[in-house]
């Protein structure tokens, strides 16, 4: 039984590797790919307008300690800002019945 299959094999071998040879030949043409960048319509920078280095970095430097320095600024920017307040929300059925 193994001398059949190991002829089998034998023989079929080469049929399958003239299958493989014969289907792709050099008549065969291939349009080149076109190659096109995903960055090309991305935006170069998020920046609009340039800041002077110096003037940047004497803002930061003003909050000595960091992050408590930041915090004590923006308690007081808080007291300034004078925003309308919110309206009362109403839901979508309606305002509550008493």
Do not use: C
């Not at 800041?51 to 300690?65: E, H, L, R, T, Y």
């Amino acid at each position: 039984m193994k001398e059949i299959f190991l002829l089998l094999g034998a023989v079929a071998l080469p049929a399958l590797a003239a299958a493989q040879t014969s289907v792709a030949g050099s008549a065969i043409t291939v349009p080149s790919v076109l190659y096109r960048s995903v960055f090309a319509d991305t935006p170069t920078g998020v920046e609009t307008q340039s800041v002077d280095w110096k003037a940047a970095n004497s803002a930061v430097g003003q909050f000595g300690k960091g992050h408590a320095d930041i915090l004590k600024w923006e308690a007081g920017q808080a007291g300034r800002m004078h925003e309308a307040p919110m309206p009362a929300h109403v839901p979508a059925s309606g305002p509550a019945k008493p």
